[in-house]
């Protein structure tokens, strides 16, 4: 049974709405503005963070790497990291990955920094927080869910608040998908992300993984042993809503991707 921590120093232990709803609605005016996603989560997530590292460290190897305390997003960001993966393995789709998209493995970790004091502070809830966070490309790898668009990054929205819990994870799935509703005038989105949020219940705890060693495993053996399963409510309504609605073009975007300039996407 996982541990009792105190909370997080300097917390009120309270919710801001307030701000929740205003990240929000600028969210989904601009499905490029990840910055938003950060501010929702510093809002919503209040206790996610100490409920998630009591759990951690009652895994096998979560001790060990407590007390390592690596950062992942400055390994990942090593020149050459990326390089040394064997075809089939995560790490080689990892390395497919930045390339298709264009991301760096430090790009989220700069995004998450903006208008955060705490980000980088020295505390293990917050070391705990940053791998949360720079685990985010892995799942999408491990899931199947593209990257560089909406219906991608609800799905995995809605995936990780079933493995991470946290109301943020859950307010950005929920009004991505009720958006979804009017702006593709079908379900299709919505199921997608409902089937995100199942797989997410189902599969095994994923931020227990040591991921420097997951990335070395061959990528489809990872998924059997994690119980990852196939998205198939995901690839219809990809398949069917075509790239478009599928990513809610939004205006910044289109001129983005008209400069050939990489994107990160929320939902």
């Not at 189902?202 to 931020?207: F, I, S, V, Y």
């Amino acid at each position: 049974m996982a541990a009792t921590l105190p909370p997080f120093p300097g917390t009120t232990g309270r919710r801001d709405w307030r701000t929740a709803f205003e990240a929000i609605r600028k969210l989904l005016a601009n499905g490029d503005d990840t910055v938003q996603v950060f501010r929702i989560m510093r809002a919503l997530n209040v206790g996610s963070t100490e409920r998630g590292y009591a759990r951690f460290l009652a895994t096998p190897e979560g001790g060990r790497m407590a007390y390592e305390r690596v950062e992942l997003a400055t390994i990942f960001a090593q020149p050459g990291f990326a390089d040394q993966f064997a075809p089939g393995t995560v790490g080689a789709a990892y390395r497919d990955f930045l390339v298709s998209t264009g991301y760096s493995a430090d790009g989220l970790a700069a995004v998450s920094r903006e208008g955060s004091e705490i980000e980088d502070i020295v505390h293990p809830y917050a070391w705990f927080g940053r791998r949360v966070r720079d685990t985010h490309d892995i799942w999408h790898i491990m899931t199947g869910y593209k990257a560089d668009e909406s219906l991608g990054e609800a799905a995995l929205v809605a995936f990780s608040y079933a493995q991470v819990g946290g109301l943020g994870w859950a307010f950005i799935g929920a009004a991505a998908a009720l958006k979804s509703l009017r702006v593709t005038k079908s379900t299709l989105f919505a199921k997608a992300v409902w089937e995100g949020y199942r797989h997410g219940r189902k599969a095994q705890w994923l931020q227990g993984e040591d991921y420097l060693k997951l990335m070395h495993e061959p990528l489809d053996a990872a998924r059997a042993r994690l119980g990852i399963r196939q998205p198939v409510a995901y690839l219809k309504a990809q398949r069917e809503l075509g790239p478009e609605l599928a990513s809610y073009l939004s205006e910044r975007r289109q001129a983005t991707a008209e400069a050939g300039e990489p994107q990160r996407l929320a939902a």
